[in-house]
């Protein structure tokens, strides 16, 4: 069996800017659920009834108070904020696992169920949905990779080598170096991707990196500068890749047996008529969970 982990939160981004508009008759925009709902449904079609998706409850998070200037929900569309709790409703209704974060974020409750996924020997492949950089540190060889369902493509350890120039285990201490402007921190200047790579194809992690340039047993141009710069920001650095570092928690996830689908619960289908006015969703998802059965 294969294990599908999804990135609600990315999810309905993609589907409110990519997914038709619609205000149901209560004057709701929920366009992007109702996107969001089919394509979970289509991808338990192709891919089997284990699944678990995340979403971000609260956008802000424990990191929030690790550095003031990451990532917030200020400048998110009232409406697509609006639809994050209908969303988790909806995906509950449908009998899909979501973890619906608010201390940690979606990215830690993927890289946990991850980690709990790749215990099971049963388990043929696990697959991360999102594109999202941080969660290449969980890419291990074929096993457990990221499915990018937007552009179709699987990142597995080779192509994580081959698009950071690092191992996956790498990918905190290379996002601490070039940083991650969409989680809100910088990196440390002068430091690049090239840069960053060359080095960490080397020495894998920041505190391996000699503070002296001529240590260096890499040959890369501004040697001197980098190091002087790491060597004065190692603090920042080191606070940054802990930013980068997806927490794995048990308790989001014990069992491979809590993905398994059972069918929409009920309720799913008045939801589908009455807020989501497309029916037609639970009628696929009651012919799924017969096929399945």
């Avoid at 890419?139 to 994580?160: H, K, Y």
């Avoid at 069992?255 to 799913?268: C, I, M, Y």
């Amino acid at each position: 069996m294969n294990v599908y982990l999804v990135d609600g939160t990315y999810e309905l981004f993609r589907h409110f800017y990519g997914a038709p508009s619609h205000v149901n008759s209560q004057g709701h925009e929920i366009g992007a659920v109702r996107g969001v709902v089919g394509s979970m449904i289509a991808l338990m079609d192709d891919g089997g009834p284990y699944v678990g998706v995340a979403t971000d409850h609260v956008i802000e998070s424990f990191r929030n108070e690790m550095w003031a200037g990451y990532k917030t929900g200020e400048g998110v569309a009232p409406v697509l904020k609006s639809q994050f709790g209908l969303l988790e409703e909806a995906l509950g209704l449908l009998g899909v696992v979501v973890w619906a974060m608010v201390e940690l974020e979606a990215d830690d409750a993927l890289a946990s169920a991850a980690q709990c996924a790749a215990a099971d020997s049963a388990v043929g492949q696990v697959f991360i949905c999102t594109p999202d950089k941080d969660l290449a540190q969980c890419v291990q060889g074929t096993r457990v990779v990221q499915l990018d369902r937007r552009r179709r493509t699987v990142i597995n350890e080779d192509a994580v080598r081959a698009k950071f120039g690092v191992d996956p285990e790498s990918i905190p201490d290379y996002l601490a170096l070039v940083g991650d402007t969409a989680d809100g921190y910088p990196g440390l200047a002068g430091w690049g991707a090239r840069s960053a790579a060359a080095v960490l194809a080397r020495y894998r992690h920041l505190e391996d990196i000699p503070d002296e340039p001529g240590r260096w047993d890499v040959p890369i141009r501004g040697a001197m500068k980098l190091a002087s710069t790491l060597a004065g920001s190692r603090n920042l650095a080191t606070l940054f890749r802990d930013l980068a570092t997806l927490r794995r928690e048990p308790q989001v996830c014990s069992s491979v047996d809590q993905l398994r689908w059972h069918g929409p619960a009920r309720g799913f289908g008045e939801l589908c008529e009455r807020q989501l006015e497309q029916p037609g969703l639970a009628s696929r998802a009651a012919r799924l969970a017969s096929r399945l059965a």
